[in-house]
């Protein structure tokens, strides 16, 4: 759900801001790639660098320049010159992520989806809480006793 709001808001925005007759297939495989990265990032152990980035606390691990330079390639391959595909992303790679920022700073209800929070649960489906009680249930309720199970592999 959060994914597909996330493509429909980055394909609108960049229906909005790039130029040229391709602007529709460049703005629908941009926006694949942009969830594309997310979810890369989210399922590769990147749930930190996402949520520093989407709350304006860092570059998400270079996923800017990341998607500013498959941006430019996507315009290439869509008949743009490579000057003019390289300014583009440029200029359009900050402006998405700094539109999705907005969208996850705001308290709007019509921007309820993008919560933070539920990032965790899209990070391979199971947050923290999740795996200590999948442990407890292996242990038996003793989730304690892991540490000493594991010492005992080591005698």
Not at 22 to 32: F, H, L, N, R
Not at 63 to 81: D, N
Not at 148 to 154: D, E, N, R, V, Y
């Amino acid at each position: 759900m959060m994914m597909d709001l996330l493509k429909k808001m980055v394909m609108q925005q960049l229906i909005s801001k790039v130029t040229g007759a391709a602007s529709g297939a460049v703005a629908e495989q941009g926006a694949g790639v942009f969830v594309s990265m997310i979810q890369e990032k989210l399922t590769g152990g990147g749930l930190g660098d996402i949520t520093a980035l989407l709350s304006g606390q860092g570059d998400g691990g270079n996923m800017i320049s990341g998607f500013q330079e498959k941006l430019g390639s996507i315009m290439q391959e869509q008949g743009m010159s490579a000057d003019e595909a390289t300014s583009q992303a440029t200029g359009i790679a900050p402006d998405i992520f700094n539109s999705v920022k907005e969208k996850f700073a705001s308290t709007d209800d019509a921007d309820a989806g993008f919560d933070l929070s539920a990032l965790a649960g899209l990070a391979g489906g199971a947050g923290l809480g999740d795996v200590i009680g999948g442990a407890k249930d292996l242990l038996g309720g003793d989730v304690g006793g892991l540490l000493g199970k594991a010492k005992g592999l080591f005698k």
